[in-house]
């Protein structure tokens, strides 16, 4: 089979054609990563975590007013439990955002 005569101008055409059809299935096969939607996932994430920390340690101090309030021990007790769980939780979060940092660490260029 013989191939079709074309100008150079014609040719170069051709490949850019067949260039920006082949760029255009590779973009179809992966779909392009954005790092900026990782951080800013990360960002809200991490925003979320540190409201929560803030209204844990408010919850704490209403706590140990009360505990100081009413020294009787079953609400000592009671309000010493409430007190380890919110500690609890707030060390949580603390490792969530470090950890969600962390994810943050490979968008910085």
């Given at each position: 089979?013989?191939?079709?005569?074309?100008?150079?101008?014609?040719?170069?055409?051709?490949?850019?054609y067949d260039e920006r059809c082949q760029r255009e299935i590779e973009?179809?096969?992966?779909?392009?990563?954005?790092?900026?939607?990782?951080k800013?996932?990360?960002?809200?994430?991490e925003k979320e975590a540190l409201e929560e920390i803030r209204e844990i340690q408010e919850e704490?101090?209403?706590l140990t007013k009360c505990r100081e309030t009413f020294p009787?021990?079953?609400?000592?007790e009671n309000t010493n439990v409430l007190i380890w769980q919110l500690r609890?939780?707030?060390?949580?979060?603390?490792d969530d955002i470090t950890r969600w940092r962390s994810y943050?660490?490979?968008?910085?260029?």
């Open positions: 089979m013989s191939e079709p005569v074309l100008t150079p101008a014609e040719w170069k055409r051709v490949r850019e973009a179809a096969e992966r779909p392009p990563v954005r790092p900026d939607f990782v800013e996932l990360c960002d809200a994430m704490i101090g209403v009787a021990r079953e609400s000592v609890y939780k707030m060390e949580e979060n603390r943050k660490e490979p968008c910085r260029v």
